[in-house]
């Protein structure tokens, strides 16, 4: 029997934790620093996900035997690093990549640098520095609109911002370079814009043993028909039918995981956890959008659900390299997951207001911005609330969300009304 402790505060987190706690193997699960959500599935704990200290304390005070990190930021900083690095907690089971294979997600230009290396399909591209704002309007000539400008270190996922006009894109350099993400617009990719469809891989590895999880449609703009701006995702479903065909995901494998996997063992960078691949698909060929060092969020919330097999299991698999293909057992339903938001998400938002729930709802309902304040439960984010339903078709799925949505209420509640439709347009094609 296993102690688990799960890092992060998100519906990533409360997803990941509903999951475990369904586990066989689990003695007792903490979260920290968890929210409402969580609470419900272990025990929250109020340290800060960048406490490394205190964190360590933790995990030899609890004897944790298994420490998964949900968020980007700490693996970026280093935390695996600290973990397996410490005498006392060598034998810790660490589901995160140490800081040289956060790097993935943690510099775009490494990112983007490793993937020209090894032959691993994406965009054109070009790094600058803050020095060379010349150079990088020079560069957008030789670029049709859209035109794609990133950050290159973390922005809570809103580093990315793609404009219409030479004019926008030149005020959103300027921007980068002046300091809009701090230390990580100091530094900044343009690339050219690919047309196609997104759609996100994801794996558990340790080196080059992997298994591959459910794949999901992500949201980004917080609009329906996808306008406005960037978001961290306001839904997912999965699978991502007819996107994700058999052909295209052998591709997949072939082009981009197992070469991004030899990549690693190349740079002698060991990587025990998860990998998310952003993809575009274009023409039925896929291109890296981005990599991750961790789990999506909300595509989390519509993945865990899909997932049959033992989570722990596949955790201690993965430590010990022993994890086959066939490990993971996939469940035929499909899932869809809608964000509840607070009204102004990404800009300005209020929050504070209360949360109530009508009736049974037949949802999965993980907290991502909520709080206990006065024994009630708030709003407390930009993104309140991740909403999944299962279904034996899309449509099920997807109505039973909006079922349950109408069942949830908070002043300023704001969420898209077309998750997954592109796909079922897609499909009805196809039938």
């Known amino acids: 029997m296993k102690n688990v402790l799960v890092i992060g505060s998100g519906a990533r987190e409360h997803a990941l934790a509903w999951k475990i706690s369904q586990s066989k193997k689990l003695n007792q699960l903490y979260i920290l620093p968890g929210n409402p959500g969580t609470a419900l599935c272990g025990t929250n704990v109020d340290i800060s996900a960048n406490d ?19 968020p980007e930021e700490p693996l970026v900083n280093g935390i695996a690093d600290n973990i ?33 290396k ?34 290159d270190g973390l922005a809570a996922g809103k580093g990315v911002v793609i404009t219409n006009t030479k004019e926008d894109a030149q005020k959103t350099i300027q921007e980068f370079f002046d300091g809009k993400f ?20 994801f794996i558990l590895c340790h080196g080059k043993n992997y298994v591959l999880l459910p794949e999901a449609k992500d949201y980004k703009r917080v609009g329906d028909k996808d306008t406005g701006p960037n978001t961290g995702g306001m839904g997912t479903v999965s699978p991502a039918e007819g996107i994700a065909t058999k052909e295209f ?50 595509e ?53 207001f209360d949360i109530t729930f009508d009736g049974n709802i037949l949802s999965h309902v993980f907290h991502a911005g909520t709080k206990i304040q006065d024994s009630k439960l708030i709003t407390n984010g930009g993104r309140v609330l991740a909403v999944t339903s299962l279904g034996n078709t899309l449509e099920e799925a997807i109505a039973l969300s909006y079922q349950s949505i109408d069942k949830i209420h908070f002043q300023n509640k704001y969420y898209r009304k077309d998750i997954g439709q592109d796909i079922l347009k897609i499909n009805s094609k196809h039938v």
Not at 57 to 68: F, R, S, T, Y
Not at 182 to 201: N, R
């Open 300 to 352: 989390t919330e519509s993945i865990l659900p899909r997932i049959e097999s033992d989570i722990i299991e596949l955790f201690e698999k993965a430590w010990n390299k022993t994890l086959q293909k066939n490990d993971i057992q996939i469940s035929s339903q499909k899932a869809a997951t809608v964000i509840l938001a607070s009204k102004g998400y990404p800009e300005l938002y209020e929050k504070g």
């Open 182 to 201: 701090g230390y990580a617009s100091k530094t900044i990719v343009i690339e050219e814009f690919l047309q196609g469809i997104e759609v996100s891989y």
């Open 52 to 70: 490394f200290e205190r964190i360590k304390q933790l995990i030899w005070e609890k004897a944790i035997d298994i420490v998964v990190v949900g």
């Open 84 to 116: 397996l690095h410490d005498k006392i907690l060598q034998d810790v089971i660490v589901i995160g990549p140490i800081k040289a294979g956060a790097m993935l997600e943690g510099s775009k230009q490494f990112a983007k640098n490793f993937m020209r």
């Open 249 to 298: 995901t052998d591709k997949v494998i072939q082009q981009i995981i197992e070469p991004t996997l030899n990549g690693l063992e190349q740079e002698n960078i060991p990587y025990c956890g998860f990998i998310f691949f952003g993809l575009m698909n274009v023409d039925g060929n896929p291109y890296v959008i981005e990599y991750n060092c961790r789990l999506g969020d909300p």
């Open 118 to 151: 090894y032959n691993i399909p994406t965009a054109r591209y070009q790094n600058f520095e803050s020095s060379q704002l010349y150079e990088a309007q020079q560069f957008l000539n030789t670029l049709s609109p859209p035109y794609v400008i990133k950050a």
